[in-house]
């Protein structure tokens, strides 16, 4: 019975993607899904004739309503005055950041520094390097 339901939801899942895919391809081609409609089916010249006059009958009536009256003036700005801030270098500095040389002071020896016992003294040494078999192998390099 458990695995009865479990199907069942997910064939209800599934149907619920494939409608909602349906759907969203319908919403996104809505816009000229009918006219595609008309042009591919035989009633197409009937149809388009039909919408045709309506549209005419709107834009003509548009046009009758929307009539304004235009009046072009030429627009002139006025001429650009030099003012006393303009011509001011002190007004355009480069930079208003003052710089100050930052110096540390020299650095010292300390006693602890010399002190050898701090320090481990012992030399680390490594391994010496071995040449193994499959190193010059030549089935392993394919040389």
Known sequence: MKTKNNVQKAILRS???????ILISFTVSAQTFWKRLLENTGFSDI??????PADEKLNERVRAETETYFYYTNEVEPAMELEDWMTDDSGFTTSQFVFEEAADESLGLEDWMMDESLFQSEEESEAALELEAWMVSENTWAI
């Open 15 to 21: 149907a619920a993607v494939v409608v909602s895919f």
């Open 47 to 52: 149809a388009m004739a039909m919408a045709a």
